[in-house]
């Protein structure tokens, strides 16, 4: 016999009392029970057809997570992840799509800290919402191979400025493809793109990251670089991405603070809690000695060359990585160790370049000998002679054993281990200019200035 009596029963059937019927809505975007996912992947990762997503973040001083994002109208305490219990928290939530924006909502005792994915590859703007990536791509660039680095020709490119549009608007990934085939048709092989990933604002040369994994807005976001780099494959021209991971930021710096906690006023779980933490462009060096920061710069560079097809990288500053304040520093070393050895491993055909500046040979030397295991390294023994020799206007003390010097000079005796150049962005910014216009300033489309700045491309 019905107890009609039971609030929760009416006429003969079970249902749902109003309270009930709130958490049910509250949970309706949550796979039940809640338990951390089993599924792999940092940030957040689609799957089910692209109905469901996977939500991974690293939190380690958090009391609690949630995600909150337009499926759920920015609820920000109805879908909590769980916690793996190593500082990371996670969940499968379902009823979401590629295209969505989401944050995480971090509470550490009385902080409630609304932040972005660390590991997003999309981002509305640099202190915008994470958006979840559909990373599927019509790849087709099956015949593709890799030139040889012996024959690499490399042109820099800052996208923002390489086939800009009238009125102020930077560049994009799409108005450089546009001219790639004018690239071809020089010689060269191999671009290399001044940083990417997200910076604040729309113009800069890209060495203030905010977002290491998120590609800048600007310029097209990650489905524009994919294109960018399947055309460049097309046509036989391998990509080089610009890496910083030397500092981060320091400005929109969502990583800063992450979760809340932090020592002596210093940035939080991504960064050293010390003086080490000092560079030249702000306190926001990494912590490379951290495991869970390692393993995030380490998938930063193993998602460009797999997912991306990027065909290696220049590291920026390298200096800045093997050494701090005060002195070397075993952590940074290690960390480019890690990444080489496993970029070999994997991938050897492809080329990893650090700009150290230093002329030190134990940056390309293998990690078994004990060296960085850099394939080649940018080279100022070459760069600055060469300009001063082809630059004046006379040639009276014009010293050719100084070319001779250049040309010669090597690492470890092998050649290739150099990439030689007459102008890089340092080398025609910050107060000088391009080969031709040093030579011939306001005519640098002189006879003059372009015979000898061509005499300058000869020699590389």
């Known amino acids: 016999m019905t107890d009609r009596s039971n609030p ?29 996912s089993k599924r792999p992947g940092m940030g957040s990762k689609p799957y089910n057809n692209k109905t469901a997503a996977t939500f991974r973040v690293w939190a380690p001083n958090a009391n609690s997570v949630h995600l909150a994002g337009q499926f759920n109208s920015w609820n920000s305490t109805n879908i909590p992840l769980v916690s793996e219990g190593n500082g990371i928290w996670s969940f499968d939530v379902r009823s979401v799509t590629p295209g969505q924006q989401y944050l995480y909502v971090i509470r550490n005792g009385t902080q409630t800290l609304w932040k972005p994915d660390p590991y997003e590859e999309q981002i509305v703007n640099s202190v915008g919402n994470s958006i979840i990536f559909d990373d599927d791509f019509q790849w087709t660039d099956s015949s593709y191979s890799m030139p040889n680095w012996n024959s690499m020709i490399i042109y820099q490119m800052h996208i923002g400025t390489f086939n800009d549009t009238p009125g102020g608007v930077p560049g994009t990934f799409d108005t450089a493809i546009q ?28 060495y203030n990251p905010s977002h290491p994994f998120a590609i800048e807005t600007a310029y097209g976001g990650p489905s524009g670089l994919k294109r960018f780099i399947n055309q460049a494959h097309n046509r036989g021209i391998a990509v080089l991405l610009d890496v910083v991971y030397n500092h981060l930021g320091p400005t929109d710096l969502s990583l800063w603070k992450f979760d809340g906690w932090s020592q002596g006023n210093y940035g939080g779980i991504y960064f050293y809690q010390d003086n080490r933490s000092q560079t030249p462009w702000g306190d926001t060096r990494p912590d490379f000695g951290r495991s869970q920061v390692r393993q995030y710069l380490r998938d930063n560079a193993m998602t460009l060359l797999n997912d991306f097809r990027a065909d290696g990288f220049r590291f920026d500053s390298v200096l800045n990585i093997r050494t701090h304040n005060a002195g070397d520093n075993p952590d940074g070393w290690s960390l480019v160790q890690w990444i080489n050895n496993e970029i070999n491993a994997t991938q050897p055909w492809k080329i990893s370049i650090a700009e150290d500046l230093q002329g030190n040979p134990w940056i390309t030397k293998t990690t078994g000998e004990g060296g960085a295991g850099f394939d080649s390294q940018w080279t100022p023994s070459f760069v600055h002679p060469i300009r001063i020799i082809i630059v004046p206007g006379s040639f009276d003390g014009r010293d050719m054993n100084v070319v001779k010097s250049s040309l010669e000079s090597r690492y470890n005796g092998d050649a290739f281990q150099s990439v030689v150049y007459t102008e890089s962005h340092d080398e025609v910014a910050n107060g000088r200019s391009r080969v031709a216009e040093e030579i011939w300033p306001g005519n640098a489309g002189s006879w003059g200035s372009r015979k000898r700045s061509t005499l300058g491309g000869a020699l590389v």
């Open 8 to 36: 929760q029963i009416k006429n003969g059937r079970h249902y749902v009392s109003i309270y009930a019927k709130q958490q049910i809505q509250a949970r309706i975007t949550a796979d039940l029970p809640a338990f951390a």
């Open 179 to 206: 001219r790639l085939d004018y690239l071809n048709e020089l010689g060269v092989n191999a671009i290399k793109l001044l940083p990417v990933f997200e910076f604040p604002g729309d113009f800069s040369w890209g």
